[in-house]
Nanobody, 126 residues
Framework: QVQLVESGGGLVQAGDSLSLSCAAS????????MGWFRQAPGKEREFVAA????????NYADSVKGRFTISRDNAKNIVYLRMNSLKPEDTAVYYC???????????????????WGQGTQVTVSS
């Protein structure tokens, strides 16, 4: 069993930066692929970024590519999402998720992630 706790959300202005953290419990965290998803009001949850267990392979949604960076520290059981040049359309609840099987080809699909955090709100004002 893995428990995930996100932190770092808040209210920022357009163009600002923000870093989210996701702390994971469990000794097998370092073997899991991790993902960040977000859900804006009235919209379905969508993929944001994913990172393999080693940290050497990352993927991003087109909407955040070049602005967001996902990283992880397996020694600390933490995955990060650094968000730069934030836009009002980035406003959403951000969730981290853990994929125990490292579904390489399906990192963008919610279904491959077995564990989810409670989410942290990010609000970007114009």
């Amino acid at each position: 069993q893995v428990q995930l706790v996100e932190s770092g959300g808040g209210l920022v202005q357009a163009g600002d930066s923000l870093s989210l953290s996701c702390a994971a419990s469990g000794r097998t965290f370092s073997t899991y692929s991790m993902g960040w998803f977000r859900q804006a009001p009235g919209k379905e949850r969508e993929f944001v970024a994913a990172i393999r267990w080693s940290g050497g392979n990352t993927n991003y949604a087109d909407s955040v590519k070049g602005r967001f960076t996902i990283s992880r520290d397996n020694a600390k059981n933490i995955v990060y999402l650094r968000m730069n040049s934030l836009k009002p359309e980035d406003t959403a609840v951000y969730y981290c998720a853990a994929d125990p099987f490292g579904s390489t080809s399906y990192y963008y699909m919610e279904e491959v992630y077995d564990y989810w955090g409670q989410g942290t709100q990010v609000t970007v004002s114009s």
